[in-house]
């Protein structure tokens, strides 16, 4: 090994830019895309059947109708690198002002603070939306990284619920985790 002082300084890493953006229904193909890798590789959706392009359009249409907040992280080149959603919590109507969201980041993008981010401005979107109780249900085996994110910001866990799911072979729950909008 060559002493310190002859040593090549390691080289700075490259920044992780992106922009957050409202979707549009042409990013569906790739909103489909990150979302199927984790149907298929993960318990954080307990969703085992891949989404069609179809059903996300119809996703998209319905969230856009709704007024809901809809977002997307791209990078530079135009790849999309994530997306952060919010949806009706319940379908009746007492439940208007709560939603429940969904962040989904591509596995490239993970841990480079881009779930932060989204979040951080789906927040501001629900506010904006006159929306007041944002509702997270995450999967009690997995997702460790989202409950924390979530508690960071401010979620509190309101519940638990124990064998629920049934994916890859095994019993999972959830945590239920709150914000009001103040």
């Known amino acids: 090994m060559l002493p310190r002082h002859l040593r090549k300084a390691p080289e700075p890493e490259t920044p992780f830019d992106f922009t957050i953006r409202d979707a549009v229904l042409p990013d569906m193909p790739a909103v489909r895309e990150i979302y199927n890798y984790y149907v ?10 891949a989404m069609t392009l179809k059903e996300w359009k119809a996703k998209f249409a319905y969230l856009d109708k709704l007024g809901m907040p809809f977002l997307v992280a791209e990078s530079p080149s ?4 994530g997306y952060a959603l919010v949806a009706p919590w319940k379908q009746k109507r007492a439940y208007r002002y709560t939603v429940e969201n969904s962040i989904y980041l591509g596995p490239a993008a993970a841990g480079k603070g881009l779930g932060r981010a989204l979040l951080a401005e789906l927040i501001d979107r629900s506010k904006a939306a006159g929306l007041k109780e944002i509702i997270a249900v995450i999967a009690d085996q997995g997702a460790e990284a989202s409950i924390a994110l979530h508690e960071k910001f401010g979620f ?18 959830t945590v239920l985790l709150q914000k009001s909008l103040k």
């Not at 135009?78 to 690198?81: P, R």
């Not at 866990?157 to 729950?173: A, S, T």
């Open 40 to 49: 298929a590789n993960s318990t954080v959706t307990f969703d085992e059947d």
């Open 78 to 81: 135009g790849q999309l690198l």
């Open 156 to 173: 509190q866990e309101i519940g638990r619920m124990g064998r629920v799911g049934f994916k890859f072979d095994r019993w999972l729950g």
